[in-house]
Nanobody, 121 residues
Framework: QVQLVESGGGLVQPGGSLRLSCAAS????????ADWYRQAPGRERELVGYIDSGGRTSYQDFVKGRFAISKDNANNTVYLQMNSLKPEDTAVYYCNAVLRTTRFGPEYSYWGQGTQVTVSS
């Protein structure tokens, strides 16, 4: 059974940093690509950024220059480094990873359970 487990959320002051982790567990051959989303209270879920199978990243303008996505292929883990956090970054953050369970098998998409990030003084 494949699961994505997120961790690293919490309460941080404006200007602070957090690093979120999204670890895939179970029988996994590779994590190919991943997106990070967030959902603030009363708002729709929005894309924050993504990393593709080649390690290339792309970000929404509202986090560009502050957030960075990386991938540890050996440990099947994707990270979201968040710097210079603002109160408007407060949200539940979700990862969505596309992975293979075998080398030549199909790709599957999985969601993490979400982790709360609160930016407040």
């Amino acid at each position: 059974q494949v699961q994505l487990v997120e961790s690293g959320g919490g309460l941080v002051q404006p200007g602070g940093s957090l690093r979120l982790s999204c670890a895939a567990s179970g029988v996994i051959f590779s994590v190919n690509s991943a997106d990070w989303y967030r959902q603030a209270p009363g708002r729709e879920r929005e894309l924050v950024g993504y990393i593709d199978s080649g390690g290339r990243t792309s970000y929404q303008d509202f986090v560009k220059g502050r957030f960075a996505i990386s991938k540890d292929n050996a440990n099947n883990t994707v990270y979201l480094q968040m710097n210079s956090l603002k109160p408007e970054d407060t949200a539940v953050y979700y990862c969505n990873a596309v992975l293979r369970t075998t080398r030549f098998g199909p790709e599957y998409s999985y969601w993490g359970q979400g982790t709360q990030v609160t930016v407040s003084s």
